[in-house]
């Protein structure tokens, strides 16, 4: 897995949600949820939106927290941005919710290989967060957490693969 480090890039949510995406559902009338046409098919198109567009609101909400306290955007532009690209990134979801559905109503037996990429999308996406909330850190706070992680036992190193940015003196 590459890790980005263009500080004015947000990244998007793709395929390692897409999994999980399929799966989730929405009970929207409360009944406990149906295996069953029309009513199985809007509320994992919704459940697809909701995780697609809220996963994205998270990485969107990170990386612009760090634009933001290096004075390079505003809060409202920051706002601006995490809307537009939450919004944008629902309309995949809605794709991939609608897709998925469809296919999980003919292939019902491949909820279970769906659910294992879903585990591994999750981590990937876990990761994916994790980059994001340490580029908005500043360097104070990124020693402050290298030393909390240290004294717990956790090498962040790992996280970071060949490229150590970051986890200072501690790293090793």
Do not use: C
């Not at 999980?20 to 929207?28: F, H, R, T």
């Not at 149906?34 to 990170?62: D, I, M, R």
């Not at 500043?138 to 717990?152: F, M, P, R, S, W």
């Amino acid at each position: 897995m590459t890790r980005e480090h263009d500080p004015f890039r947000i990244p998007r949510a793709g395929w390692e949600v897409a999994p999980l995406a399929g799966l989730a559902s929405v009970d929207l009338n409360h009944n406990g949820g149906a295996f069953s046409g029309g009513e199985f098919f809007s509320e994992s198109t919704v459940g697809g939106v909701v995780l697609y567009a809220t996963y994205q609101a998270f990485l969107s909400a990170l990386r612009t927290e760090a634009l933001r306290k290096r004075g390079e955007i505003n809060r409202i532009t920051q706002v601006r941005l995490v809307l537009s690209t939450s919004l944008e990134s629902a309309k995949t979801g809605v794709a991939v919710g609608a897709v998925l559905s469809v296919v999980l109503l003919v292939f019902p037996w491949l909820t279970a290989p769906l659910a294992v990429m879903g585990a591994l999308g999750s981590a990937k996406a876990s990761l994916d967060l994790f980059h994001a909330f340490w580029d908005g850190l500043d360097e104070g706070q990124k020693l402050q957490v290298t030393i909390a992680a240290h004294e717990a036992g956790v090498n962040l190193r790992g996280f970071f693969g060949n490229d150590a940015e970051g986890v200072g003196p501690l790293a090793g």
